[in-house]
């Protein structure tokens, strides 16, 4: 059988993680997909965005095809494959262990029944595809090195070049375990010392019970709220606590388009989705170190605050592309770093501030430096709140007054009222109470289309946009206030694409974001439409929508950014951190759940319509 020579589908990967970077295994034992040693380093295996010449790392049958069976075991990020061939049934567990000296992935395979023929193809590629390195053979250790990089190979069998690839060709029978290891570390270290397969084992499976042993929800969706839990860990940097939106970049949202953007830094918008879903659980360390990750990145000045910023707080992501590379399918162009980085996103002021305020009603410690950060966001919202944005969605067209950007400058305010009355903190309450009551008149008179019964996606604007379901959610008024409930209405109607939402419909306003092409529902936002059906007493049609998402998970658990309708794909970069903190909160919106520990005396529902405002 030949093997494959191009990327697989979007939905056929799993992901392996060490809680530095993450790689992609495709359902033939191939590892399309790495970057080494952190999540935003150029990848050693880059095949996702062109052909097998641009790195990858396939390990099965020799008679090649993919996997009869496979999924993680347990509750963990270690991956089990099983094919089922004429010669017998063989394993392969592939995993990254949690860092220790340095990176290393690790396949084991173990022989099932009768005797499998097995055949391992391994192509380092340096620098995304574009540097082959010098390589050593030493019957089964490798050792590769280019320039700043260097990996070590180990394993029993031997190991010869092919073609500018290194194989290795052996047959494994029941009971036999056969480890292959690959390490990373800069190249002008001293050599790691070489990973005991099976203790790395060990170590894997106890990290991953140990940490998902912390979750206390225990509601309707137990398993698939701690698959995307675990899918959530795996892409936290562990050194900074930050998270990255996804482990790829350039997976196009429009297939064979160019709407293909690099996900692999930390947007300060996911901060307060990422507490609800982390307090909510359980996670209290995890939502402790988000927070101080948030803190450290946008210590400084407030005019200077960033939407998104590196896996350690950096602030220069400058984007340019990678012209030797086609793309997925021919998606191009692929970019490295992100030009939004440095766009005018009005929204953030306010989910930072909003982000913090949850910490604190949470119960997390407060930091006495998110108080004085806070009041100097402040001081910057008040002066600018009016000026118009790029918007949450980034959108490379003119800057417009974007209703959910001036919903969320509300918010800050008014999460900034709520501590000084509510936790005591010294601020000009009077003045803040006064500008929180002009934005929302603002709003309430600018943003909304009394003809249509909806708030629109800007000032003026005849379209929609999926965010303005997030105005009760964030208090600005209640979910029975009939605005609400006209904004719920006439988005589902016009941004559905077979029952699921766009973000917004990219031809209107003669074309609101600037970009050609089109693009593929939102899935983040079709959760938000699952919360806003059972926040307005449509709990029934809120449950069946919930569930037709979860079926969009691959067969591992796993969604990516956004659901193509015609096709019936998976596209955009994967796995999606905001999809799988989606999938928390929904759940926990579905099922009433409630965290029980010591952190949570203070959190609020998601719905915080409770205490939204009419006028």
């Not at 080494?36 to 990848?43: C, K």
């Not at 009222?417 to 309430?444: F, K, M, Q, Y």
Request: glycine share 10%; hydrophobic share 40%.
């Amino acid at each position: 059988m030949t093997a494959r020579t191009t990327p697989a589908g979007i939905e056929d990967y799993a992901l392996l993680g060490d809680l530095q970077t993450a790689a992609l295994l495709a359902r033939d034992g191939g590892i399309d997909w790495l970057c080494l040693p952190r999540f935003d380093s150029p990848a050693c295996f880059a095949m996702l965005l062109a052909d097998q010449e641009a790195g990858m790392w396939r390990l099965a049958p020799a008679s090649g095809g993919v996997a009869s069976r496979r999924g993680y075991v347990g509750d963990s990020l270690i991956m089990s494959s099983e094919w089922d061939t004429p010669d017998g049934t063989v394993r392969v567990l592939d995993f990254m262990p949690p860092r220790g000296e340095a990176a290393d992935v690790v396949r084991i395979v173990e022989g099932v029944s009768g005797a499998v023929p097995m055949r391992m193809e391994l192509r380092l590629r340096f620098d995304y595809g574009s540097i082959a390195p010098w390589v050593r053979h030493n019957g089964g250790e490798l050792v590769a090195i280019a320039g700043p990089d260097a990996v070590w190979v180990h394993t029993p069998v031997p190991l010869h070049g092919h073609q500018m690839a290194t194989v290795a060709e052996f047959t494994v029978r029941p009971g036999e375990r056969v480890p292959f290891v690959l390490t990373h570390k800069p190249s002008h270290l001293p050599a790691p010392q070489p990973v005991d397969a099976e203790q790395a084992l060990r170590d894997t499976e106890r990290f991953w019970a140990d940490w998902i042993g912390q979750c206390d929800y225990s509601g309707r969706w137990s398993s698939a709220v701690r698959r995307a839990l675990i899918t959530l860990k795996a892409l936290t940097y562990a050194p900074t606590g930050g998270i990255v939106a996804a482990a790829t970049t350039s997976l196009p949202e429009d297939l064979g388009g160019s709407r293909n953007w690099d996900y692999r830094y930390c947007w300060l918008r996911d901060a307060t989705f990422t507490l609800q879903a982390l307090i909510g659980t359980g996670f209290v360390d995890e939502a402790r170190a988000w927070r101080e990750w948030l803190v450290r990145a946008v210590a400084g000045d407030p005019q200077k605050l960033q939407i998104m910023y590196g896996l350690d707080g950096s602030r220069r992501l400058p984007e340019y592309t990678l012209d030797w590379l086609p793309g997925y399918q021919g998606a191009a162009p692929v970019r490295i770093g992100n030009g939004a980085a440095t766009q005018f996103q009005l929204d953030v002021w306010g989910e930072v501030l909003d982000g913090l305020h949850l910490a604190r009603e949470a119960g997390l410690p407060t930091l006495d430096p998110a108080w004085d950060l806070q009041r100097a966001l402040l001081d910057f919202l008040e002066g600018h709140w009016d000026d118009p944005d790029k918007s949450l969605w980034e959108v490379r067209g003119p800057d417009r007054h974007f209703v959910h950007s001036k919903v969320m400058a509300w918010a800050g305010v008014d999460r900034a009222v709520d501590t000084v009355e509510n936790h005591g903190l010294d601020g000009p309450v009077d003045r803040w109470r006064a500008l929180r009551e002009r934005i929302h008149s603002e709003v309430c008179a600018k943003g909304y289309d009394a003809e249509r019964e909806t708030f629109t996606q800007f000032y003026g604007s005849r379209g929609l946009d999926a965010a303005l379901l997030l105005l009760p959610r964030v208090g600005f008024l209640p979910w029975d206030d009939p605005r609400v409930r006209g904004t719920v209405d006439a988005v589902r109607r016009e941004l559905s694409g077979d029952g699921f939402l766009l973000r917004y419909r990219v031809d209107a306003d003669g074309g609101v974001d600037g970009l050609p092409g089109e693009e593929a529902t939102f899935l983040l936002c079709s959760f938000w439409l699952a919360d806003a059906l059972h926040n307005t007493g449509r709990r029934e049609e809120a449950t069946a929508l919930f569930e037709r998402l979860l079926s969009l998970r691959n067969d591992v658990g796993l969604l990516s950014e956004e659901y193509d309708t015609r096709t019936g794909r998976l596209v955009g970069n994967t796995p999606q951190a905001f999809s799988m903190v989606g999938l928390v909160n929904t759940a926990r919106q579905l099922t009433g759940s409630r965290t029980t520990t010591s952190a949570s005396r203070g959190e609020q529902d998601l719905d915080r319509g409770s205490r939204g405002r009419r006028r």
